[in-house]
């Protein structure tokens, strides 16, 4: 990717962000037509803007991990009810072999 | 109390943000498992989902007040999503229950390698969608020119690191 040229890069904030008026985004719009250089830095602007939005996402998931560590204490009954069918039958299936074990 | 809650949002602070995933979070699990039989990990996921819905929302502009409060707002959010799951789980319940998608993206941290005060240009701008005077406002610039300039070379130092770290990928 190369670096941006700031003759182009208000004109694209202007334009991708609905700062223009009608009469500006019809010439910008024609300009994106015939200058293949305004068109390229403005994909590679909105590539960059897709990097910089996903970033944002990935760091609030992560701050929200890091939050859930404490708030999942507070769960901690319901975890165990969800699991207590398991623990059920894992008790159910020792109390079986204990008892083979013990009548043999 | 909404109103000034989603404006500190909207002004790039996640504190408030993450006080408010908090505050309903162990409520929404508790809620969603009760309502809607689906599992703890699922309503874990769903609840992050919304609240991401819920920050793209105020700083897209779409949600500037919540008619009701925001508690409401993520638990309606929500609804369809959880009603969604629990059909799902409904019609294959032989087979292990899946959870929803939520894809943490890539982290490249490219923000994180700026300096406080370029992340914090590009934040306002691009995630919060600020406008320019209050960028200048809320930054501290003088004019409007300078916060200009200075989204300029922001924008040129991330690119910069894109470049390198492509240009590393290659080799």
Redesign the interface.
Known sequence: MKNFNQKYFDEINAYHFNDMDAEERTLFEAMLIINPDLSDEYERFKSVLTIIKEEQRAELLQAFKQEDKILDKDLLHLTLKSKLPIYLIVVAIIIVFLLVFLLR | MEKILISAIKSGN?DV??KI??QY??DF??WA?SNYKV??EQA?LVY?EV??VF?ENINSGELTACNRDIRTYLFQKARVKLIRISKKEKSKASQQPTAPE?S????????NQLTATSKMV??LF??N?LPMKEVAENMGYKDVVAV?KK??EC??Q???L??MK?QHEEF
């Open positions: 996640n943000l993450l995933y908090k979070r162990n699990i508790r498992i599992s703890i874990k992050k609240m991401i920050y939520c943490t993206p890539h982290l490249n941290l490219y923000l590009i934040q691009y995630i969608g200009k989204r300029f924008f040129q991330l690119m910069e894109i470049n492509q």
